[in-house]
């Protein structure tokens, strides 16, 4: 029956609406750099797909290739150095402060570890040079890369996918003649000292992860690729690490890579055992079989949530030329496409029971990628999971909530270490080791309110879904990092109010009779996030009926924390003293959490409402990839459909990375060909917070009612219809559908039941409801 839903599904959605379902990147001519390749993935594999007749290649990823090994990165000097650093910010000198804190609170042993490629696979094909009629393309209703070109009169095809159901990447090159397809096949990787051989008829690549600041890499990995074919004159042999086919009619290639990465305290697995295992049980299918079973789980989560922005006027452009395009005419297809892409991005790094994304999410080319592509807290940890919920993708949070869980274990270390607290500390920074150290420099490093941010995930998790047993599970946590954070408020001098401190507003910074210095304290995100978690521990255990002397206690800290202040041009200020630059520009927009993803912002505080999109406008709006993707937010949350679409454009601008291409190379933040995020460098958090934001465009519950087309741009208005986003109290937005900017249609279901309010055609309206039901309003 399921095989059978799975086959229909596409069928049944092209009777409503068919181009909500047919969106795919397509490109007429191969990848020349990395950021015109192809991503897919399944949360542990990952691979860029080139598409060159002649050679292919596969950049291959598998998420536990880290450097270095388990450690713990938290400095003991720091215990006796806070206080000191507390009396310099009192005295003025920040600049000593700032100093001190780099040398005496910064780790001393690393910064966290640098996630690695694996290495690539070459698929050659002689023959290949003089091809025509080429396409390849990402076909986002399936999770599968195609190449088609025509080559001495032969049409040919190479399908790949990374399988949802195994553990393994698959690629069939098929030709529409018999005995066509000649190929060697071939791994290589840039770790030193790999060690590449056939073995039988297969070949195989193993090595260890590198050493990084003087932590030796204990990784170990290996993968494994065979081959099957099909053709009387077929023939097939592997020998020194090369799989060479000659006069085949199908050949179908498969790839497993495993280490022996058990959790982020044990590498004891064994990775040649793994790697044959998962290539073993994936040779059992055919391909026909395997790409099945992947469609229908892929297609079980990315179904459930659709957009549909109005026809496609330019079907016959490539999508790179349709950037391009963008920056001159509306094409509200592509926005679409990138909404969808968006989603797709995230059912492929991050799947029950895998790592979480990355900061390019699980796709990285490189052994020492730009900040390790680690896991930052300090925005782009959390903004990867923005989609999460709002997008009906909710189980895929499942390797941040692990996450989570992991860093409250060492943070609990490290907060004893280097605090002599109890409770948990996050600073601005983790890897796959779960270190919670100060990372880095004072500067970005000296932030310790990154486990206040992580809980928020937790907390929404609740709001969006309603299960209490989840809340039952992590209320600890959430009540661990409260109990830190309170621990280490301390008074400041002026107005006597609860400060951390040190801090930094992340990586800005202020002015000071020294200059520019990041180091202050009573930062205004750090009060924000502490006043939410505060007031998030007070609602959980109000549910759980817990902690009643617990909550109180913190209803009277919550009085003594820093009120959010309108500073002298009418801004809303980033720290207690009123030192904000009109003139500032800065990525971070760490001020504003409070009016996203937080909600102490909003209509009911018209002050603030106005102070905020004051700092808003003076930030400008290009600026980083993903800079640009919390601005689309911040700006649905103003209600202000325009501006939020004028940043789409502004992320939807093509980054150059060629030294030639369309006239001129762009160093700002904006797109790659590939439709990733450029920060630059590609980081994918930017992909995941503009699709955020376009769902926050559509749909908003963050103000005890479900308020629907919020911020409905004019360039979207003559129609429109998106299915299966969520609103907090676990209500789904089944079909809504408008014209002329006015809802015509609106299907909602509560999967908890009870009272929901909902606010369309500036009507709002109050529905009593039975779980599971639909109601169509």
């Given at each position: 029956m399921s095989?059978?839903?799975h086959?229909?599904?596409?069928?049944?959605?092209s009777?409503?609406?068919?181009?909500?379902?047919?969106y795919?990147?397509?490109?007429?001519?191969?990848?020349v750099?990395?950021?015109?390749?192809?991503?897919?993935?399944?949360?542990?594999?990952?691979?860029?797909?080139?598409?060159?007749?002649?050679?292919?290649?596969?950049?291959?990823?598998?998420?536990t290739?880290?450097?270095?090994?388990?450690?713990?990165?938290?400095?003991?000097?720091?215990?006796?150095?806070?206080?000191?650093?507390?009396?310099?910010i009192?005295?003025?000198?920040?600049?000593?402060?700032?100093e001190?804190a780099?040398?005496?609170?910064?780790?001393?042993?690393?910064s966290?570890?640098?996630?690695?490629?694996?290495g690539d696979?070459?698929?050659?094909?002689?023959?290949?040079?003089?091809?025509t009629?080429?396409?390849?393309?990402?076909c986002?209703?399936?999770?599968?890369?195609?190449?088609?070109?025509?080559?001495n009169g032969?049409?040919y095809k190479?399908?790949?996918?990374?399988?949802?159901?195994?553990?393994?990447?698959?690629?069939r090159?098929t030709?529409?003649?018999?005995?066509?397809?000649?190929?060697?096949?071939?791994?290589?990787s840039?770790?030193?000292?790999?060690?590449?051989?056939?073995?039988?008829?297969?070949?195989?690549l193993?090595?260890?992860?590198s050493?990084?600041?003087g932590?030796?890499?204990?990784?170990?990995?290996?993968?494994?690729?065979?081959?099957?074919?099909n053709?009387?004159k077929?023939q097939k042999v592997?020998?020194?690490?090369?799989?060479?086919?000659?006069?085949?009619?199908?050949?179908?290639?498969?790839?497993?890579?495993?280490?022996?990465?058990?959790n982020?305290?044990?590498?004891t697995?064994?990775?040649?055992?793994?790697?044959?295992?998962?290539?073993?049980?994936?040779?059992?299918?055919?391909?026909?079989?395997?790409?099945?079973?992947?469609i229908?789980?892929?297609q079980?989560?990315?179904?459930?949530?659709?957009?549909?922005?109005?026809e496609?006027?330019?079907?016959?452009?490539?999508?790179?030329?349709?950037?391009?395009?963008?920056?001159?005419?509306?094409?509200?297809?592509?926005?679409?496409?990138?909404?969808?892409?968006?989603?797709?991005?995230?059912?492929?790094?991050?799947?029950?029971?895998?790592?979480?994304a990355n900061?390019?999410?699980?796709?990285?080319?490189?052994?020492?990628?730009?900040?390790?592509?680690?896991?930052?807290?300090?925005?782009?940890?959390?903004?990867?999971?923005?989609?999460?919920?709002?997008?009906?993708l909710?189980?895929?949070?499942?390797?941040?909530?692990r996450?989570?869980?992991e860093?409250?274990?060492?943070g609990?270390?490290?907060?004893k270490?280097?605090?002599?607290?109890?409770?948990?500390?996050?600073?601005?920074?983790t890897?796959?080791?779960r270190?919670?150290?100060?990372i880095?420099?004072?500067?970005?490093?000296?932030?310790?309110?990154?486990?206040?941010?992580?809980?928020?995930?937790?907390?929404?998790?609740?709001?969006?879904?309603?299960?209490?047993d989840?809340?039952?599970?992590?209320?600890?946590?959430m009540?661990?990092?409260?109990?830190?954070?309170?621990?280490?408020?301390?008074?400041?001098?002026?107005?006597?109010?609860?400060?951390?401190?040190?801090?930094?507003?992340?990586?800005?910074?202020?002015?000071?009779?020294?200059?520019?210095?990041?180091?202050?304290a009573?930062?205004?995100?750090?009060?924000?996030?502490?006043?939410?978690?505060?007031?998030?521990?007070?609602?959980?255990?109000?549910?759980?009926?817990v902690d009643?002397?617990?909550?109180?206690?913190?209803?009277?800290?919550?009085?003594?924390?820093?009120?959010?202040?309108?500073?002298?041009?009418?801004?809303?200020?980033?720290?207690?003293?009123?030192?904000?630059?009109?003139?500032?520009?800065?990525?971070?927009?760490?001020?504003?959490?409070?009016?996203?993803?937080?909600?102490?912002?909003?209509?009911?505080?018209?002050?603030?409402?106005?102070?905020?999109?004051?700092?808003?406008?003076h930030?400008?709006?290009?600026s980083?990839?993903?800079?640009?993707?919390?601005k689309?937010?911040?700006?649905?949350?103003?209600?202000?459909?325009?501006?939020?679409?004028?940043?789409?454009h502004?992320?939807?601008?093509?980054t150059?990375?060629r030294?030639?291409?369309?006239?001129?190379n762009?160093?700002?933040?904006g797109?790659?060909?590939?439709?990733?995020d450029?920060?630059?460098?590609?980081?994918?958090?930017?992909?995941?917070?503009?699709?955020?934001?376009?769902?926050?465009?559509l749909?908003?519950?963050h103000?005890?009612?479900?308020?629907?087309?919020?911020?409905?741009?004019?360039?979207?208005k003559?129609?429109?219809?998106?299915?299966?986003?969520?609103?907090?109290?676990?209500?789904?937005?089944?079909?809504?559908?408008?014209?002329?900017?006015?809802?015509?249609?609106?299907?909602?279901?509560?999967?908890?039941g009870?009272?929901?309010?909902?606010?369309?055609?500036?009507?709002?309206?109050?529905?009593?409801?039975?779980?599971?039901?639909?109601?169509?309003l």
């Amino acid at each position: 029956m399921s095989t059978i839903k799975h086959l229909l599904l596409p069928i049944l959605l092209s009777l409503t609406a068919p181009q909500s379902w047919a969106y795919k990147l397509w490109y007429d001519e191969p990848a020349v750099v990395w950021t015109d390749a192809l991503p897919i993935g399944n949360g542990r594999l990952g691979a860029m797909v080139y598409g060159n007749p002649y050679v292919e290649r596969l950049q291959l990823n598998e998420e536990t290739i880290w450097a270095g090994q388990p450690n713990d990165n938290a400095n003991p000097e720091a215990l006796e150095a806070i206080p000191l650093i507390q009396n310099l910010i009192w005295q003025g000198e920040y600049l000593k402060a700032q100093e001190m804190a780099t040398q005496k609170v910064m780790s001393r042993t690393n910064s966290g570890m640098p996630y690695q490629t694996f290495g690539d696979a070459y698929i050659s094909m002689p023959g290949m040079t003089n091809y025509t009629d080429y396409r390849r393309e990402l076909c986002l209703d399936s999770a599968k890369t195609v190449t088609y070109w025509t080559a001495n009169g032969v049409r040919y095809k190479r399908e790949t996918i990374a399988s949802l159901s195994e553990n393994v990447i698959m690629m069939r090159i098929t030709a529409d003649k018999q005995g066509s397809i000649t190929l060697n096949a071939n791994f290589c990787s840039p770790h030193a000292d790999v060690i590449i051989r056939s073995e039988g008829e297969s070949i195989s690549l193993e090595g260890v992860t590198s050493s990084h600041e003087g932590l030796k890499g204990k990784v170990r990995f290996m993968g494994r690729m065979a081959m099957t074919v099909n053709g009387e004159k077929a023939q097939k042999v592997s020998q020194n690490g090369v799989i060479s086919v000659t006069d085949a009619d199908e050949a179908v290639l498969y790839i497993t890579i495993a280490t022996n990465f058990v959790n982020y305290h044990d590498i004891t697995a064994n990775e040649a055992e793994r790697s044959k295992a998962a290539l073993e049980k994936a040779m059992a299918h055919t391909y026909d079989t395997e790409r099945e079973r992947h469609i229908e789980n892929y297609q079980r989560l990315m179904g459930r949530c659709t957009l549909w922005l109005g026809e496609d006027i330019y079907p016959n452009l490539p999508t790179d030329k349709r950037i391009v395009n963008f920056a001159e005419n509306d094409d509200n297809h592509l926005v679409a496409t990138y909404f969808t892409f968006g989603r797709y991005l995230l059912i492929c790094c991050s799947q029950p029971g895998t790592q979480p994304a990355n900061l390019q999410g699980i796709w990285n080319d490189k052994m020492f990628p730009s900040w390790d592509s680690k896991y930052t807290t300090n925005i782009n940890l959390e903004m990867n999971y923005w989609p999460a919920e709002v997008t009906n993708l909710t189980e895929l949070n499942e390797p941040l909530f692990r996450l989570i869980e992991e860093v409250s274990q060492t943070g609990a270390r490290t907060a004893k270490t280097m605090y002599g607290k109890a409770g948990w500390v996050l600073h601005h920074n983790t890897d796959i080791w779960r270190v919670t150290g100060g990372i880095d420099r004072a500067t970005s490093g000296m932030w310790m309110t990154g486990a206040a941010w992580l809980c928020h995930h937790l907390w929404e998790h609740y709001l969006f879904t309603m299960d209490i047993d989840f809340l039952q599970k992590y209320y600890p946590i959430m009540k661990d990092a409260a109990l830190f954070l309170d621990n280490m408020l301390i008074p400041e001098p002026k107005h006597g109010w609860l400060v951390i401190s040190p801090s930094v507003s992340p990586e800005n910074v202020h002015p000071s009779k020294d200059g520019n210095v990041a180091i202050s304290a009573g930062t205004a995100m750090d009060a924000q996030l502490i006043r939410e978690l505060f007031d998030n521990v007070i609602a959980a255990a109000e549910r759980l009926g817990v902690d009643d002397t617990l909550t109180q206690h913190y209803r009277e800290r919550q009085k003594l924390l820093p009120p959010m202040q309108v500073g002298r041009w009418g801004q809303l200020q980033e720290w207690t003293e009123d030192w904000d630059d009109p003139e500032d520009v800065h990525r971070h927009l760490s001020h504003l959490y409070a009016l996203y993803p937080g909600y102490a912002i909003t209509d009911k505080t018209p002050e603030l409402i106005k102070a905020a999109r004051e700092s808003l406008i003076h930030r400008g709006d290009p600026s980083t990839g993903w800079s640009m993707g919390w601005k689309v937010c911040l700006w649905a949350r103003l209600l202000d459909g325009n501006h939020a679409y004028k940043l789409i454009h502004n992320q939807l601008t093509l980054t150059e990375d060629r030294f030639v291409a369309y006239g001129k190379n762009k160093k700002k933040g904006g797109t790659y060909r590939n439709l990733f995020d450029a920060h630059p460098p590609f980081q994918i958090d930017g992909n995941f917070g503009c699709t955020a934001g376009i769902a926050e465009m559509l749909v908003q519950s963050h103000k005890g009612y479900i308020d629907i087309l919020p911020a409905l741009p004019d360039a979207w208005k003559a129609q429109g219809r998106v299915t299966g986003l969520m609103a907090r109290g676990a209500i789904e937005i089944c079909n809504l559908e408008w014209k002329a900017g006015k809802v015509t249609k609106l299907t909602v279901r509560s999967n908890a039941g009870g009272v929901i309010k909902i606010k369309y055609n500036g009507k709002l309206r109050t529905i009593k409801t039975v779980k599971g039901q639909e109601y169509q309003l």
